[in-house]
């Protein structure tokens, strides 16, 4: 099973890194994960402009990314689930996308491409924090599907 983690963020180092290579580690037992960080001139320039601006320039960046998968995106809106109802979200699946939107969130049309929108939780995160949970909750639905004991 192939996974990609797709987020606007600028490529460069966080304190956060060491803890996302280590889950993406331990996930690597169970499917190969790809994070993948885009960013552009367009949205440094729309970041100027407007929040509008600002979303039509991230999905511009996530177009190419929408296809031939099971496509979920985190939105603090979206439908708040456990990491029981997560783990399906893998279950079965060839290829899953997750998308973490940039600073201003995502564009109401690019939200009607998801196959899923869900919720972490009621609180909103920063992206680099919503990665290293959304790590944790892949991590964690993989073991629920294989009855690890990490889940319990
Ligand atoms: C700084 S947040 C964007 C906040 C923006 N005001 C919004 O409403 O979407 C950046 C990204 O982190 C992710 N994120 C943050 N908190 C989240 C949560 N509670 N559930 C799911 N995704 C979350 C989303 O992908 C979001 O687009």
């Known amino acids: 099973m192939n996974i990609e983690i797709l987020s606007i963020a600028k490529k460069e180092r966080s304190i956060y890194d060491p803890l996302c290579k280590e889950l993406s580690k331990m996930i690597s037992r169970f499917a190969k994960i790809e994070d993948i960080e885009l960013f552009n001139k367009d949205v ?17 960046l996530f177009a190419p990314h929408v296809v031939k998968s099971f496509n979920v995106i985190l939105h603090p809106d979206g439908k708040l689930i456990d990491s029981y109802e997560f783990s399906k979200l893998l279950d079965g699946k060839i290829a899953v996308k997750f998308f973490i939107g940039g ?3 995502f564009e109401d ?29 892949i991590y964690r639905g993989f073991s629920i599907l294989s009855n690890h004991p990490y889940h319990k």
């Open 109 to 137: 049309e690019f939200l009607k491409k998801g196959d899923s929108i869900i919720s972490l939780g009621n609180i909103t995160m920063s992206h680099k924090i919503a990665k290293v949970v959304l790590l944790e909750q």
């Open 44 to 60: 440094t320039k729309a970041h100027t402009i407007s929040p509008e601006a600002s979303r039509e320039a991230y999905s511009k």
């Open 103 to 105: 600073a201003y969130g």
